[in-house]
């Protein structure tokens, strides 16, 4: 499956976006969805998942409360509504597919997704 990440920009401290993460290539509803996201000299990390109908979403903790995964798989599209973002935030955003196979300890592993679209842009101007 390939998947185009979408949406990033800039924004101010406080500010909100959506990320858009088309699929195409195989039925998006066979695949969890994740989204992990690396700043600028750290390692890339965990930002949230949802199983493969939206029944289920984990979020790292530092984003509960702030962002919103959800999917639309009649358009094999999967979302991130970002609220109060912080500069922290700015990172390239990377939307992720996984087997449903994956157990659910390990949706937080970047490690267990297969395939990768090729990231976004998001800047938080304080």
């Known amino acids: 499956v390939q998947l185009q990440a979408s949406g990033g920009g800039l924004v101010q401290d406080g500010g909100s976006l959506r990320l858009s993460c088309a699929a195409s290539?195989?039925?998006?509803?066979?695949?969890?969805a994740g989204w992990f996201r690396q700043a600028t000299g750290k390692e890339r990390e965990f930002v949230s998942a949802?199983?493969?109908?939206?029944?289920?979403?984990y979020y790292a903790d530092s984003m509960k409360g702030r962002f919103t995964i959800s999917r639309d798989n009649a358009k094999n599209t999967v979302y991130l509504q970002m609220n109060d973002l912080k500069p922290e935030d700015t990172a390239v955003y990377y939307c992720?597919?996984?087997?449903?196979?994956?157990?659910?300890?390990?949706?937080?592993?970047?490690?267990?997704?297969?395939?990768w679209g090729q990231g976004t842009q998001v800047t938080v101007s304080s």
């Open positions: 992720a597919a996984a087997d449903t196979s994956v157990a659910t300890n390990r949706l937080r592993s970047q490690n267990d997704y297969r395939y």
């Open positions: 290539g195989r039925t998006f509803s066979t695949y969890v």
């Open positions: 949802i199983s493969q109908f939206g029944v289920s979403t």
